[in-house]
């Protein structure tokens, strides 16, 4: 490999895996009867560390839960894993794509893991809408900085 190909920026998906996966139906069998409609809470945390030279691991984990006014039907949690080689990346551009890039290659194998795995417990899938991880992180940022000159 030439020095100037070795210096290229390089973006590559390694591995997508599930890394932690739980689901809770604690008002089982009564909750089947159950005809109201639920309220479904969604929650995104997302997460990036080094762990080799060019090597990362981004996890996002995604919440779901289900609730009728006095109880809960299931509770949904999925920790979406993969490994990245990111490489001849500026430093200040190494943040965003762990932090945006990253999360929408995970999100669609996450949000199919939920739904198959609420399928399976008995319930209707649970389609999430589609998320823009840019926006979320720019909010992020912001509260940051926010936080920083408080």
Do not use: H, W
């Not at 990346?89 to 739904?115: K, M, Q």
């Amino acid at each position: 490999m030439s020095e100037q190909q070795e210096l290229q920026p390089a973006f590559s998906i390694e591995k997508i895996y599930v890394k932690d996966l739980s689901l809770e139906v604690p008002n089982a069998p009564q909750v089947f009867l159950e005809q109201a409609q639920p309220e479904i809470d969604m929650q995104l945390a997302s997460a990036g560390q080094q762990l080799d030279d060019g090597f990362y691991e981004v996890t996002l984990t995604v919440t779901v839960t289900a609730k009728l006014p006095e109880k809960t039907l299931f509770l949904c949690e999925v920790a979406q894993a993969g490994i990245f080689q990111i490489r001849n990346i500026p430093a200040e551009d190494l943040d965003p794509i762990l932090g945006v890039a990253c999360p929408n290659i995970l999100f669609p194998y996450a949000r199919e893991a939920v739904s198959s795995v609420v399928n399976r417990a008995g319930f209707p899938p649970v389609l999430l809408a589609p998320i823009n991880f840019e926006a979320l992180y720019m909010q992020q940022r912001a509260q940051q900085a926010e936080a920083g000159n408080a």
